[in-house]
């Protein structure tokens, strides 16, 4: 690899390193989706005989912040209203040094471990692929609690 130095206006870095990760877990022909997502559809691969083993591959691949992140949205989906969360409640609940920025980057890192276990992707609302492992709509992610409870499986395996 090679290091790139870079000038990003201070008001768009949460976007760059949120784009950065995109970039970074992406194969040639995957573009990651800008805006709402699922609408809060349950993915088809979350109904597929084997869900509970790619999600636990998908959990197996994730670094130490990504399973906290990704287990926070886990927990937020099966609450009795499930909650959403903006990069700012992910950053106090996460404690991550680099702030709203490395909570970017976490989820980034998230989707080469998603792409890794070969989750599949599906056209999004707004026409583009997407994994619909989590949302993102701009300001806040989210799970959906049909997934959310494939991981907490996954996780007692």
């Known amino acids: 690899m090679k290091e790139v130095t870079v000038f990003v206006p201070e008001h768009r870095v949460i ?18 989706a800008d805006g709402p997502l699922s609408g809060g559809r349950v993915p088809a691969w979350a109904t597929d005989a084997g869900a509970v083993e790619l999600a ?34 992910l950053v106090e609940h996460l404690d991550h040094p680099n702030g709203v920025s490395g909570v970017a980057g976490v989820f980034g ?21 997407w994994h619909f492992v989590w949302d993102w709509d701009g300001s806040h992610y989210w799970m959906v609690p049909e997934v959310a409870a494939l991981f907490r499986e996954a996780q007692a395996l």
């Open 15 to 32: 976007e760059f390193y949120r784009r950065f990760g995109e970039f970074m877990s992406q194969e040639e022909e995957f573009t990651a």
């Open 109 to 129: 890192s998230a989707g080469r471990a998603v792409r890794k276990a070969r989750a599949p992707r599906y056209p999004s609302n707004n026409g583009k692929q």
């Open 56 to 89: 636990a591959r998908i959990w197996s691949n994730l670094s130490a912040a990504g399973q906290k992140a990704l287990g926070l949205l886990v927990d937020g989906a099966l609450e009795e209203r499930p909650k959403k969360f903006t990069p700012q409640e």
